[in-house]
């Protein structure tokens, strides 16, 4: 089935969801649309909430259809083409280091790419753009902090440091 469509099944929001399990909506939005693979102890606490197997949120995600934080479908496909592209741009410039914490990813995709997570300083749904100057690549530990604790100095530091990158880079 898939984490949203059981969601959308048992008629709770992003919202709703998150606040059970101790997250921000935006971590269940990037688990629904596959940016970020939840951890067990998550998979398990959201199957516990919806009534289900964990298999049952496992499964393949819905059709090429997602809904955006502010309820908007859009193709999936166009916009994962540019963002994986800036990815691998991102991963391969940051030579596999962490903007925030410095240190190297913690490990690698099967592709051989750092696994490391893209951070919008201005999140897509409140008008962030998909720019050097607007994306950070984290660990999945920073990223987590910066979701989680929201600390101005975190955010100013990537500010700089992707607004470098991006002047560096000439855009």
Same mark, same amino acid.
């Given at each position: 089935?898939?984490?949203?469509? =059981?969601?959308?099944?048992?008629?709770?929001?992003?919202?709703?969801?998150?606040?059970?399990?101790? =997250?921000?909506?935006?971590?269940?939005?990037?688990?629904?649309?596959?940016?970020?693979?939840?951890?067990?102890?998550?998979?398990?606490?959201?199957?516990?909430?919806?009534?289900?197997?964990?298999?049952?949120? +496992?499964?393949?995600?819905?059709?090429?259809? !997602? @809904?955006?934080?502010?309820?908007? *479908? !859009?193709?999936?496909?166009?916009?994962?083409? *540019?963002?994986? @592209?800036?990815?691998?741009?991102? !991963? $391969?410039?940051?030579?596999? !280091?962490?903007?925030?914490?410095?240190?190297?990813?913690?490990?690698? $995709?099967?592709?051989?790419?750092?696994?490391?997570?893209?951070?919008?300083?201005?999140?897509?749904?409140?008008?962030?753009?998909?720019?050097?100057?607007?994306?950070? =690549?984290?660990?999945?530990?920073?990223? +987590?902090?910066?979701?989680?604790?929201?600390?101005? @100095?975190?955010?100013?530091?990537?500010?700089?440091?992707?607004?470098?990158?991006?002047?560096?880079?000439?855009?």
């Amino acid at each position: 089935m898939g984490l949203r469509q =059981v969601r959308l099944e048992k008629r709770m929001t992003q919202k709703e969801l998150a606040d059970a399990i101790g =997250v921000d909506h935006t971590v269940v939005s990037k688990y629904e649309k596959g940016l970020v693979a939840p951890p067990y102890n998550r998979l398990k606490a959201m199957a516990e909430v919806l009534g289900v197997n964990i298999e049952d949120l +496992t499964d393949a995600q819905d059709s090429g259809r !997602i @809904e955006e934080d502010m309820g908007s *479908p !859009i193709d999936e496909d166009k916009r994962r083409q *540019p963002e994986s @592209e800036m990815r691998r741009c991102l !991963i $391969t410039y940051s030579k596999g !280091i962490c903007d925030l914490c410095g240190k190297p990813a913690p490990f690698r $995709t099967e592709d051989g790419m750092p696994y490391l997570e893209f951070h919008y300083i201005k999140w897509l749904s409140k008008g962030g753009s998909l720019t050097f100057d607007n994306i950070a =690549v984290l660990c999945p530990n920073c990223h +987590t902090r910066v979701h989680m604790l929201r600390l101005d @100095e975190d955010e100013q530091y990537l500010r700089d440091v992707a607004r470098n990158r991006a002047l560096k880079d000439g855009q």
